[in-house]
């Protein structure tokens, strides 16, 4: 599951799947015009639905809105294996779910961990060349 501001977490699935093909291993839930209520219930359903496995949830800022009200959700849900990686940005998302995708023999620590080096690798800075320096 994928929780942002705004409609980030469901571009971000649309990305995804440009690049891999139709998938439906993701799940978005935005926090937008629609409210905070909407937005609760949208990660109470997934939490319904999903809590026998184990989650990765990807959020956009840590201790925004989204990141705390899956928190305050998971309250309710102290039995479920969940991971949570803030920042989430299109390098982590592809590595997190060609891993969930590929099921490799990773445990869910080591294919987060992949998941937040592909994130911080895919960060570069790119400066024009001052030759008349």
Do not use: W
Request: hydrophobic share 40%; glycine share 6%.
């Amino acid at each position: 599951m994928i929780v942002s501001h705004g409609n980030l977490a469901q571009e971000l699935c649309k990305a995804c799947e440009m690049i891999t093909g139709q998938q439906d291993l993701l799940d978005a839930v935005c926090l937008n015009d629609c409210g905070l209520e909407e937005f609760e219930a949208g990660i109470q359903s997934y939490l319904e639905v999903n809590q026998k496995q184990t989650l990765y949830i990807l959020c956009d800022l840590l201790h925004g809105t989204p990141y705390n009200q899956v928190l305050i959700k998971m309250l309710d849900y102290t039995a479920v294996d969940y991971h949570m990686i803030t920042g989430v940005n299109l390098p982590v998302l592809l590595t997190l779910y060609m891993s969930l995708l590929n099921r490799n023999d990773d445990d869910a620590h080591t294919v987060c961990k992949k998941a937040i080096e592909a994130g911080q690798t895919g960060i570069t800075l790119r400066e024009a060349e001052r030759t008349d320096i």
